[in-house]
């Protein structure tokens, strides 16, 4: 038994790590300054998938929408083993929220046909809306499971699983096709193979031969596409053409919410009281909270 | 549409807890009864359950006026498609012009799968709701009395304000204890509308196998007094010297998420944008930095003690209570001359 599988993975600022530097004068994130980096539960949800295909001899495909840039965490899941990438980007995506990104994914997924199981992170750290694993599911019309940490069995289009709803632990078997969503706590991401390195470090989108080639010179363009593809190197990219979106589920204009407003935290300062680290001085504030009935 | 929306009403999810009413619920009835008071509509919702629970009263007490029962025993434990198929239709049937849902591991699931089949938008995790008007100037339309949906955005390094003004219903994803529990009157009345669950076995797909419940989460929500510890604590060993004061006060304890990250307590116990959103009177924070993630989650509180012995840290500019020294020493120290004003 062979079983399909695709990840959903996504290229975000590492939040984590935001400084000063980060924000423009007008409050907003310049994502232009911060490192883009893998979406760490997307990790999770690729190494999940690793697993499934090392078990029961699966096949990974993974897809990300965004900025061609984004090609770059594709490549790191060919280097850890996936088997097939998909750069889905079109400027026409702009500005999507996430029901215009679910459908857009849903349209990828489609296109690729034939799946049993779509594994998503449990939540991307630029947003953090946990949305679009529910969403995918919901338009391609599967059955979803969020949060799952480990899956026991796979048997006759029939899966074992468990769940972690934080205070409850379920362990539920259901049908396939499914998504699930994978959080933090499910595994450790596995490191590049050495070998799969060698092996991809060439692979490349048709946009970045572009830019590595006279960008006129359609022929030779055309001719390292071609070499890459028959080594299997070249990362497939989808336009909304080639997805035959909607235009109007799409971008911006496919996006029921908008941004009203942003500002930069600035948590309003309070006057700060300075307390002496000293017997007396914790004595003196201490017999004062007391006094104004703090503690109850 | 426009016309009708200005009296369509305001729908809130209630989830049902091992047979009670979810704490965030009652928080969202109350918040939703200010809301509806401010555009002079009704405020519905809708409980799925086996029929277990018993406390039906509750969200009228809290605000709620039409209250829209489905009982179904095969409705025991959540399971996403029964109950997004039940919550979607109830919505195309009444039509609210916002829906909100608490932001737990179930409304998670759910809200964004609702919202996906009724292709409207949704806010996840709003720390605050504001009815307002908005004025698209490229169109020259005015949107009036419109949901605002606040939420930190970027990691919780900005505060976006998000809408939706060209869609309906409006929905949004609340986190516990963010919204205040309204005062309960348990005279007000309102109507309860048993609705047929009319689900057939072939929406049913999750078979479960085993459910295991863990001990009672620590309820930081409702706590008066909490002591927090992070990274500058040191270790777990050091960590004691935390619950210490905590035991000592009458308290709980919290953690930052390094703290947590470094192991020297459970997940359950972290504040902040990523745990628990809490507001007690006192917090007192041990060897926390205060980023804004952490900050999210703690900055209601009454009065917040800050010590830690660097003294840039960001917890200084928000704490009311400045303590610039070593934590080994001062907590000891607070113990000491508690017990002996006590």
């Known amino acids: 038994m062979s079983i399909n599988l695709i990840v959903l993975v996504k290229q975000v600022p590492d939040t984590k790590n935001i400084t000063a530097k980060a924000m423009k004068d007008d409050g907003t994130v310049n994502r232009a300054a911060l490192p883009a980096i893998f979406n760490p539960e997307d990790l999770n949800a690729l190494e999940l998938a690793l697993d499934i295909k090392d078990r029961y001899n699966g096949n990974v495909t993974v897809i990300t929408m965004g900025p061609p840039r984004a090609a770059n965490i594709l490549r790191e899941t060919l280097f850890r083993g996936a088997d097939r990438c998909i750069l889905v980007t079109d400027r026409a995506f702009a500005g999507a929220d996430t029901l215009a990104t679910s459908y857009t994914l849903a349209q990828a997924i489609k296109k690729i046909g034939n799946y049993d199981l779509i594994l998503c992170g449990r939540q991307a750290i630029d947003g953090d809306t946990a949305q679009i694993g529910p969403q995918v599911a919901e338009k391609i019309g599967v059955n979803q499971i969020t949060y799952v940490h480990k899956i026991h069995e796979i048997r006759n289009d029939r899966v074992l699983l468990s769940r972690n709803l934080g205070r409850i632990m379920e362990k539920i078997e259901t049908g396939l096709p499914l998504l699930i969503t994978v959080p933090a706590s499910a595994n450790q991401p596995r490191s590049y193979g050495a070998k799969l390195m060698m092996r991809f470090k060439r692979a490349r989108t048709r946009l970045e031969v572009e830019a590595e080639n006279d960008k006129d010179n359609l022929p030779a363009i055309a001719a390292a596409c071609e070499s890459l593809a028959n080594r299997g190197l070249l990362i497939e990219t989808w336009s909304a053409a080639d997805l035959d979106a909607d235009p109007v589920d799409i971008g911006l204009r496919g996006s029921p919410t908008k941004v009203k407003k942003v500002q930069s935290v600035v948590f309003a300062a309070t006057e700060t009281r300075k307390v002496d680290p000293t017997e007396t001085g914790i004595r003196q504030l201490m017999a004062e909270l007391i006094e104004e009935r703090t503690f109850g | ?342």
């Open chain 2, 1 to 342: 549409m426009d016309n009708k929306m200005s009296t369509n009403g305001i729908l809130v999810y209630i989830e049902i807890d091992h047979d009670q009413i979810a704490t965030v619920s009652l928080e969202l009835i109350s918040k939703a009864r200010d809301l509806a008071d401010e555009l002079g509509v009704e405020v519905s919702a809708i409980m799925i359950s086996d029929g277990e629970n018993k406390d039906n009263a509750a969200p009228f007490s809290y605000g709620c006026d039409h209250l829209y029962r489905i009982t179904d025993t095969r409705l025991k434990f959540y399971e996403t498609l029964p109950y997004t198929n039940l919550t979607a239709q109830l919505i195309r049937r009444i039509e609210p012009q916002i829906v909100l849902f608490g932001a737990t591991p179930i409304g998670r699931d759910l809200a964004p799968r609702v919202a996906s089949s009724l292709k409207t938008g949704l806010t996840a995790d709003c720390t605050d709701l504001q009815i307002q008007d908005h004025e698209d100037r490229a169109k020259k339309k005015l949107y009036k009395n419109i949901l605002f949906q606040i939420r930190p955005a970027f990691g919780g390094n900005i505060i976006a304000t998000i809408i939706s003004p060209d869609h309906r219903p409006q929905m949004a994803t609340v986190r516990e204890g963010v919204m205040k529990l309204g005062r309960a009157n348990p005279k007000r009345k309102g109507q309860l509308i048993e609705l047929p669950s009319e689900l057939s076995e072939s929406d049913f797909h999750n078979q479960f196998i085993d459910r295991l419940v863990g001990r009672r989460r620590i309820n930081l929500n409702g706590a008066d007094i909490i002591v927090a510890g992070g990274a500058g604590v040191g270790g777990k060993k050091q960590f004691k010297l935390v619950h210490e004061l905590a035991e000592t006060l009458g308290g709980m304890v919290g953690a930052s998420r390094a703290a947590v990250d470094n192991g020297y307590i459970d997940a359950e116990h972290q504040v902040g944008q990523t745990g628990t959103t809490v507001r007690p009177k006192l917090y007192i924070a041990c060897g926390i930095s205060g980023c804004v993630q952490h900050q999210a989650g703690m900055d209601q509180s009454g009065k917040i003690i800050a010590i830690n012995t660097d003294p840039d840290a960001p917890i200084f500019n928000i704490a009311h209570y400045g303590i610039v020294g070593d934590l080994n020493q001062v907590i000891p120290m607070m113990i000491k001359s508690y017990k002996a004003k006590e």
